[in-house]
């Protein structure tokens, strides 16, 4: 197998995939807005209840990736709007649980027609052996990508400073 060349900062997969990724939201929403009342984030918000999940803003946002207040607005323009319903959670009062309405649930089957449309057409420059190709190697990154982000995390937590008088742990 060839080893990769990089030249450039073009050359990062990183760069690439995030470049390809904004490319693809930019249109697919463009397409969207004329037929919807709702955002991309939104739209996919609305398909992870659809699927089944009665879920938290904290849930949603590490799923997608997202920064918690960036879902929580989203979060409040589907509650206003009628597409999801928001319930206190009963054994942590903080937090609220989200689920679909019957609205959201007949909006979101439309759009998911009209998305799958849009993700065919796509795909459809694709020959069955590079879907495969693609499928595995975006597996296999984000398997990659997931494992750095714990990583990440553990060298990120802070190293517990010992109180005054504390006595140092015994080995």
């Known amino acids: ?3 990769p060349v990089i030249r450039s900062g073009r050359d990062f997969v990183s760069y690439r995939l995030s470049v390809l990724s904004r490319v693809l939201d930019r249109t697919t929403e463009a397409r969207m ?3 919807s009342p709702l955002a991309l984030t939104e739209n996919r918000i609305l398909g992870l209840f659809f699927e089944g999940n009665v879920t938290t803003v904290r849930a949603i946002a590490k799923e997608m990736c997202l920064d918690k207040a ?6 409040s323009k589907l509650v206003r709007q009628g597409f999801a319903s928001r319930t206190i959670d009963p054994v942590d009062r903080r937090s609220a649980e989200f689920r679909i ?3 959201g649930r007949e909006y979101y089957a439309a759009h998911l027609a009209r998305a799958r449309e849009m993700q065919l057409a796509m795909l459809g420059i694709l020959s069955a052996e590079e879907l495969e190709k693609l499928d595995s190697a975006i597996s296999k990154l984000m398997a990659f990508a997931e494992e750095r982000a714990v990583q990440v995390e553990v060298d990120l937590e802070p190293t517990p400073v010992p109180t005054r008088g504390a006595r140092p ?3």
């Open 101 to 103: 309405t019957a609205k």
């Open 70 to 75: 960036q879902v929580s607005r989203a979060m």
């Open 33 to 35: 807005t004329k037929a």
């Open 1 to 3: 197998m060839p080893k």
């Open 169 to 171: 742990a015994a080995e």
